[in-house]
């Protein structure tokens, strides 16, 4: 049932693609030490795959998260997205879509529904504003987020970004955290890229599992078609 989703929902995304609108589609293999999300890390080393489509301010895709040794708390999850860029000026834009998340786990809600709003600003560092609402499991996250690129050369380049933000969930107590980022990103072609680097995350919840401060690797290898 559950692949049957996930391949459904990538043939639907496939299909779309080959329409006769211009598709932009992006497809990514990432790996992480740890897969840490919202400041809170949730499983050891884990494979990340992404397909992404657009087509003008419209965009939809799937991301999965594959540890490589599963446990009961966290055995990997795809995310099933579709969205909207809204465009208010050259300086300001909202996105708007919601994500649907399907665990394998089924001691737990299997699938969630989880709508986000964000407001972009294409200022200096980038910041964004997101809100997040899991309507399944009652869950709000709010983030605030910057990011700036430094050309080292024309095929090199250094990513610095930084996150803050809180989790509130219906059943626990509110808590922060704070997250870090800095890759090395290398231009291989027009289409490809390879980005390679350092993660770093800490926050305030005692309780759950996954919270305290956590260092990490990642890369990711990307090509856009």
């Not at 879509?97 to 972009?120: I, K, Q, S």
């Amino acid at each position: 049932m559950k692949t049957a989703f996930r391949l459904n929902f990538i043939a639907l995304i496939l299909v779309l693609a080959n329409t006769c609108f211009a598709v932009d589609i992006a497809t990514k293999v990432g790996f992480e030490s740890a897969y840490v999300s919202y400041g809170t890390k949730f499983a050891e080393e884990t494979w990340i795959p992404m397909l992404d489509i657009s087509q003008g301010d419209y965009y939809a895709g799937i991301w999965g998260y594959l540890p490589t040794q599963k446990k009961k708390s966290f055995e990997g999850e795809w995310d099933f997205f579709a969205g909207r860029t809204l465009k208010v000026n050259k300086l300001l834009s909202f996105d708007l879509g919601a994500t649907v998340y399907r665990y394998p786990r089924t001691d737990v809600d299997n699938t969630t529904v989880e709508g986000f709003l964000w407001v972009n600003f294409d200022t200096t560092l980038s910041p964004k504003l997101k809100l997040f609402y899991d309507a399944t499991v009652k869950n709000w996250i709010g983030e605030a987020m910057v990011a700036h690129t430094f050309a080292l050369n024309k095929t090199t380049a250094f990513l610095l970004e930084g996150r803050g933000g809180f989790r509130r969930p219906e059943s626990h107590q509110e808590w922060y955290y704070a997250s870090a980022k800095a890759d090395v990103v290398f231009t291989l072609s027009p289409k490809a890229k390879l980005s390679i680097g350092l993660r770093s995350t800490n926050n305030t919840d005692k309780a759950a599992v996954g919270h305290g401060l956590v260092n990490w690797y990642g890369m990711n290898l990307g090509y856009s078609w």
